[in-house]
């Protein structure tokens, strides 16, 4: 069904605007080509359609009363207005970047704090361990480290025994 | 120069200019077709006649972008189209708004015109509400854009040009998309369509 004569012709067909001629021509055609009678019947059915409802006889004048509403101005929309603002975005995104940021810094000053908190307390078991000098005896620090994981599970409470690391040490 | 107008654009020009009545005459000369085009996407005449009537309130509110040179009812369907087209999508994101969408098509619809009976008998009647209902059936059962193109060359007979424009698709696609929706339609339709019944009927 290529041919563009027999495509137009089967448009006139579907709309239902055959002139006599077009009419004599279409009835050959069918002849050599019975299905292309049902296209007939296809237009014809879509013509009978049942016809949609028709509109409000004050639609004209509903939709002029639309237009001449003036604009809404309720508290509701008003405070749901902002949200519309351009810049509303910009500033979330930046608040959003300002609290990322602070979170971060507030992190790495607890982390700073728990290292510095951990050095003195190495520094304390250190200088009770070998208290005179401490480099010159690396065995004792050695042999308190390896006690390292069972003093790391020591609530975080309990205050350094400086007399027992001694005691330790001093053996 | 505003004499070689076409009616519609001239209409709207005066539009432009802030013409409430030639906006009324535009509303009452569409108001139907728009309807109707709405309706057969939409079957539902209360929300298409709201959403006919959000068609011609964007007219308006738009009218400072329609080119004269432009038929008008392309641009106007063109509008239409778009707003079925969001008000289907808004549907299928939010399903439960669209329970009413499953009613049958012509439940609004007031009953068909049908011929006297003294001219076309009970059973005959009775043949042709069948018919015209499997012929609603058979058009809901096509994609959205199938639909809307057969039936805006059926029913608003605009032509191939204008229902490319309106379905923002080349003329090709047009053609091929009422091809395809006419052989969709003769397929489902077979059984009837071979009894001749719509002939009979005339």
């Given amino acids: ?171 | 120069m505003a004499g070689q107008l076409d009616p519609d654009a001239a209409l709207m020009k005066r539009v432009t200019q802030g013409d409430q009545r030639a906006f009324e005459e535009l509303v009452e000369k569409y108001k139907q077709p728009v309807f109707n085009l709405i309706y057969r996407t939409l079957p539902d005449a209360a929300e298409a006649e709201d959403l006919a009537q959000a068609c011609f309130v964007q007219v308006y509110k738009a009218a400072s972008r329609y080119r004269v040179e432009a038929k008008f009812t392309t641009w106007l369907f063109t509008i239409a189209r778009n707003l079925c087209l969001n008000e289907i999508r808004r549907r299928s994101r939010h399903p439960a708004d669209s329970l009413d969408a499953s009613a049958s098509p012509d439940e609004d619809a007031p009953a068909p015109q049908h011929e006297d009976a003294r001219i076309v008998g009970a059973p005959d009647r009775l043949m042709r509400d069948e018919l015209v209902s499997k012929v609603s059936e058979a058009l809901g059962e096509l994609p959205e854009n199938q639909r809307s193109a057969v039936l805006m060359f059926q029913e608003q007979e605009l032509s191939y040009e204008e229902i490319a424009e309106i379905m923002g698709c080349s003329l090709s696609a047009t053609k091929s998309l009422i091809h395809r929706a006419r052989e969709a339609l003769k397929q489902r339709l077979k059984p009837y369509l071979k009894t001749g019944e719509w002939k009979q009927n005339k």
């Fill in chain 1, 1 to 171: 069904m290529k041919n563009p004569d027999i495509e137009e012709l089967i448009d006139k067909v579907m709309a239902g605007r055959l002139t006599a001629e077009e009419e004599r021509r279409w009835a050959a055609l069918v002849l050599q080509q019975p299905d292309l009678e049902e296209n007939m019947a296809l237009g014809e059915a879509l013509r009978n359609l049942s016809p949609p409802p028709e509109v409000s006889s004050n639609f004209t004048s509903r939709v002029l009363e639309e237009l001449n509403r003036p604009a809404r101005t309720d508290r509701a929309d008003g405070w749901l207005e902002w949200l519309r603002w351009p810049g509303f975005a910009r500033l979330t995104g930046a608040a959003a970047v300002l609290a990322v940021g602070f979170i971060v810094l507030q992190n790495q000053h607890q982390r700073r704090e728990q290292m510095d908190k951990t050095v003195r307390t190495f520094a304390g078991v250190v200088s009770a361990v070998a208290p005179n000098q401490p480099s010159a005896q690396p065995e004792a620090v050695v042999a308190v480290l390896k006690d390292f994981e069972a003093i790391r599970r020591l609530p975080d409470s309990a205050p350094v025994d400086y007399g027992l690391l001694a005691a330790l040490g001093s053996n």
